[in-house]
């Protein structure tokens, strides 16, 4: 079977088209045939590494994201399970051969979830990381809900700094479909213009606008819950907004690695800022997060595509390197490899 590898750490020309032997699913493990393989800064990250030029062993096979179908079952599963259509997260962590950039991952069945007929291989290939992320940061507020779904967040509102992004995008439709307020910042009215066909009630231009005076404009008392991609540059801006015992979720670093936390303003609210990784976070949140988006997806809440603010880039396999290339350079949308 054709696969995607890199053996060394260093730009997208790193990744190789390669064959690999069919892998065979052992105990609690299953094999998909990949559809799509969904590519998220996440990829890249871990393809660069912290020193360029590293070498790899084993080869890692990348991407995180994936959606297919069952082709075959391990030990212990449930035979019923084969010829599913699932979604998969967390392929290929601490997993070198079980990215989904291959024609078929063997992978811990607790890693696919089911895909239901309406739902497209390319929503189920953008659904782990983005919606997991937005979900951590959606659910991790003082008093607010563990779960998200109708009503989980009415009365409530949700701050979305670059809604435009596949992060932000998942989080305006998982914020919406719960019934929150969502106001959300862009950079340019084209982004303004997919962030509210993601569904947002009111939208920023930070370039243009003053984010604090707009947003207590819309919400006096501030806002519940803000999803922040870019710390260092709206840390100031965030404990001027922030409501009551709300808290900040921060789940990336575009913009810095380091921030400046203005802290009585933090203080005065009992503010939160909860940093997010998917990799690290607890399993207790886990189980209700994948039920969660699993229930927004048979619902039809969530979707992708342009309609839905974020347009889709597909690549065939053997262009990988230029679809990491495409997510380095951040591209507005989702990338999509098409594998089978």
């Known amino acids: 079977m054709r696969a995607i590898e890199y053996s060394v750490t260093g730009e997208p020309d790193v990744l190789t088209l ?5 892998p065979e699913p052992g105990p609690g493990e299953v094999r998909v045939r990949i559809r799509r393989s969904g ?10 590494g912290s020193a360029p030029g590293t070498p790899v062993q084993p080869a890692q096979v990348p991407n995180q ?12 599963v449930d035979a019923a399970l084969a010829g599913q259509r699932v979604w998969i997260w967390e392929a290929a962590y601490q997993r070198p051969a079980g990215g989904t950039a291959q024609e078929y991952a063997v992978v811990p069945v607790r890693h696919v979830v089911p895909l239901p007929d309406s739902a497209s291989y390319d929503l189920g290939a953008s659904l782990g990381v983005p919606f997991l992320t937005a979900h951590r940061c959606l659910t991790v507020t003082e008093d607010g809900p563990v779960h998200l779904g109708p009503g989980k967040l009415a009365g409530r509102t949700v701050l979305v700094a670059g809604g435009a992004g596949a992060v932000g995008n998942a989080a305006i439709q998982l914020a919406r479909w719960s019934d929150a307020t969502v106001i959300t910042t ?3 009215p084209e982004k303004a213009n997919l962030a509210a066909l993601a569904g947002a009630d009111h939208v920023i231009n930070y370039r243009q606008q003053d984010v604090v005076a707009e947003v207590r404009a819309i919400a006096p008392h ?9 710390p260092a540059a709206n840390a100031a801006i965030d404990a001027a907004v922030i409501a009551t015992h ?3 979720a921060v789940y990336a670093t575009d913009g810095g690695e380091t921030m400046e936390l203005p802290v009585r303003a933090s203080m005065v609210p009992n503010a939160r800022w909860q940093f997010v990784l998917l990799y690290t976070a607890p ?8 039920g969660d988006v699993s229930a927004a997806v048979a619902a039809g809440a969530v979707r992708v595509g342009p309609e839905a603010g974020i347009p889709l880039h597909h690549y065939p ?3 990988a390197s230029a679809a990491h290339n495409a997510v380095e350079q951040s591209v507005t949308g989702k990338v999509l490899i098409d594998v089978n």
């Open 18 to 22: 390669v064959d690999r032997p069919m």
């Open 39 to 48: 590519v998220n800064p996440t990829d890249w990250k871990s393809r660069r």
């Open 65 to 76: 994201d994936g959606s297919g179908d069952v082709d075959a079952v391990g030990e212990g």
């Open 186 to 188: 862009v950079s340019s």
């Open 222 to 230: 501030g806002v519940d819950t803000i999803v922040e991609v870019s």
């Open 246 to 248: 709300g808290s900040v």
């Open 283 to 290: 399993d207790s949140w886990r189980p209700r997060a994948l």
């Open 317 to 319: 396999l053997d262009q």
